[in-house]
């Protein structure tokens, strides 16, 4: 049985950057020995009944799936087939690619699958005139808004809303695209805006912000030592009932409270609690919405998890060191401020400002990597090994489920 690793997961907001649904992308290891010569790779191609069925459960038993629909692309190998789907999880939207155009046998395959409790949605959509045909059986119309223009957009949208499908902006890239596709009127957007804010050069960083950041730069050296760290926590009481609350929480399922940081820091650890100071001393400065900090808070556990099991061979990936970089490489959007005013005002070891503003480094290398995965960037899958990017789709896979987890319980 082809064994089939999620992974990529990009999430799809409202208007009110409340999550409507996530697009899951199938990396497929093609073996169970990860390290065999297969082609791994993030295609949208091939689909079938049997891998489908197999997603399903996959997401089942992971449940990161947060209660909320799941694209997932099929193709016209799919649509062609004519196996029966018995393992059906509710809340599928399957997302038909551009290339599948409205022919009688694929519509009629599309109504098939819709009284099975499928919903569809259309991929890639630049306001061609030929695929109206598949509106009738659509929930989402996704518009590829990197490909037509604004004044296509303009006329196009009141056409498209007589559908009755929910319409996406898809591709949206920054936070200008954003707004000019809020104004017209879209229900969903999809893409990176949430990590490419405008950025005001020359804006200032506030005295609250500041003292965030140097709590950043005191918590990320190697050799602090446990009564500074619960020293300088408890000059903040909110930070200090932040922390104790999450430690408490069944996130980590401890046998009795925790009623100081000391206490925290000798059950979890020194690196544990300094985290989650510095995740809620960002959080509590930051204007951003929400679900940013959820992508980050999965970015920076992925790269942790990443050094975590390359310690025997690369002793040089630290997995502090790597969880700050994740968590600090979407500070500019936190901040609204560019990252090498951000960095320059950070107290950091050397490799990693590098790290963070270069990228050429290990650790640099590292985050791109991770960066690419997330993107569906062919060209980082190019560069990666089987391996690398089976180990990498893991430890995403995980880091994305601890940061639904850590979510539920802020």
Same mark, same amino acid.
């Given at each position: 049985?082809?064994?089939? %690793?999620?992974?990529?997961?990009?999430?799809?907001?409202?208007?009110?950057?409340?999550?409507?649904?996530?697009?899951?992308?199938?990396?497929?290891?093609?073996?169970?020995?990860?390290?065999?010569?297969?082609?791994?790779?993030?295609?949208?191609?091939?689909?079938?009944?049997?891998?489908?069925?197999?997603?399903?459960?996959?997401?089942?038993?992971?449940?990161?799936?947060? =209660?909320?629909?799941?694209?997932?692309?099929?193709?016209?190998?799919?649509?062609?087939?004519?196996?029966?789907?018995?393992?059906?999880?509710?809340?599928?939207?399957?997302?038909?690619?551009?290339?599948?155009?409205?022919?009688?046998?694929?519509?009629?395959?599309?109504?098939?699958?819709?009284?099975?409790?499928?919903?569809?949605?259309?991929?890639?959509?630049?306001?061609?005139?030929?695929?109206?045909?598949?509106?009738?059986?659509?929930?989402?119309?996704?518009? =590829?808004?990197?490909?037509? $223009?604004?004044?296509?957009?303009?006329?196009?949208?009141?056409?498209?809303?007589?559908?009755?499908?929910?319409?996406?902006?898809?591709?949206?890239?920054?936070? $200008?695209?954003? +707004?000019?596709?809020?104004?017209?009127?879209?229900? !969903?957007?999809?893409?990176?805006?949430?990590?490419?804010? $405008?950025?005001?050069?020359?804006?200032?960083?506030?005295?609250?912000?500041?003292?965030?950041?140097?709590?950043?730069?005191?918590?990320?050296?190697?050799?602090?030592?446990?009564?500074?760290?619960?020293?300088?926590?408890?000059?903040?009481?909110?930070?200090?009932?932040?922390?104790?609350?999450?430690?408490?929480?069944?996130?980590?399922?401890?046998?009795?409270?925790?009623?100081?940081?000391?206490?925290?820091?000798?059950?979890?650890?020194?690196?544990?609690?300094?985290?989650?100071?510095?995740?809620?001393?960002?959080?509590? %400065?930051?204007?951003?919405?929400?679900?940013?900090?959820?992508?980050?808070?999965?970015?920076?556990?992925?790269? +942790?998890?990443?050094?975590?099991?390359?310690?025997?061979?690369?002793?040089?990936?630290?997995?502090?060191?790597?969880?700050?970089?994740? !968590?600090?490489?979407?500070?500019?959007?936190?901040?609204?401020?560019?990252?090498?005013? !951000?960095?320059?005002?950070?107290?950091?070891?050397?490799?990693?400002?590098?790290?963070?503003?270069?990228?050429?480094?290990? !650790?640099?290398?590292?985050?791109?990597?991770?960066?690419?995965? +997330?993107?569906?960037?062919?060209? $980082?899958?190019?560069?990666?090994?089987?391996?690398?990017?089976?180990?990498?789709?893991?430890?995403?896979?995980?880091?994305?489920?601890?940061?639904?987890? %850590?979510?539920?319980?802020?």
């Amino acid at each position: 049985m082809v064994k089939d %690793v999620l992974t990529a997961r990009q999430l799809v907001f409202n208007e009110n950057h409340e999550i409507y649904a996530c697009e899951f992308l199938c990396l497929d290891e093609g073996a169970e020995d990860a390290s065999s010569s297969v082609n791994v790779c993030p295609s949208k191609k091939f689909m079938t009944t049997k891998r489908l069925a197999s997603v399903c459960e996959s997401i089942t038993e992971s449940e990161r799936h947060l =209660d909320v629909p799941i694209f997932i692309n099929v193709d016209q190998t799919f649509l062609s087939e004519t196996d029966d789907i018995y393992a059906v999880k509710p809340n599928i939207i399957l997302e038909i690619l551009a290339s599948v155009e409205p022919t009688e046998s694929n519509l009629k395959r599309i109504q098939q699958l819709r009284r099975k409790g499928f919903d569809f949605a259309l991929s890639e959509y630049a306001l061609d005139p030929s695929k109206a045909s598949f509106f009738k059986y659509l929930k989402v119309i996704k518009v =590829d808004v990197l490909n037509v $223009t604004q004044s296509q957009l303009s006329k196009s949208l009141p056409i498209l809303k007589k559908s009755k499908c929910l319409i996406l902006a898809e591709k949206v890239e920054s936070q $200008t695209v954003y +707004e000019n596709c809020k104004a017209l009127g879209f229900d !969903l957007f999809q893409g990176d805006f949430l990590e490419n804010p $405008t950025i005001i050069g020359g804006k200032e960083i506030s005295e609250k912000q500041n003292s965030s950041l140097q709590l950043v730069s005191e918590f990320s050296k190697n050799d602090i030592e446990v009564d500074k760290v619960a020293e300088i926590i408890s000059l903040d009481p909110v930070l200090t009932t932040k922390i104790l609350l999450l430690i408490n929480c069944p996130l980590y399922q401890l046998v009795r409270d925790v009623n100081s940081v000391r206490e925290a820091v000798v059950i979890l650890g020194l690196d544990v609690v300094k985290q989650w100071a510095i995740v809620m001393s960002l959080m509590s %400065v930051s204007t951003s919405p929400t679900e940013l900090f959820r992508s980050l808070l999965a970015r920076a556990k992925t790269l +942790e998890l990443i050094a975590l099991s390359r310690q025997h061979e690369d002793g040089t990936l630290h997995p502090l060191e790597c969880f700050l970089v994740g !968590l600090l490489s979407g500070v500019d959007a936190i901040f609204k401020v560019n990252m090498e005013t !951000l960095v320059g005002s950070l107290k950091l070891e050397a490799h990693l400002k590098q790290a963070l503003l270069t990228h050429d480094n290990a !650790l640099g290398s590292l985050l791109i990597n991770v960066v690419g995965i +997330e993107r569906f960037d062919s060209q $980082t899958f190019e560069r990666l090994s089987n391996q690398d990017i089976c180990l990498y789709g893991r430890c995403q896979q995980d880091g994305a489920l601890w940061a639904d987890t %850590v979510m539920k319980n802020l």
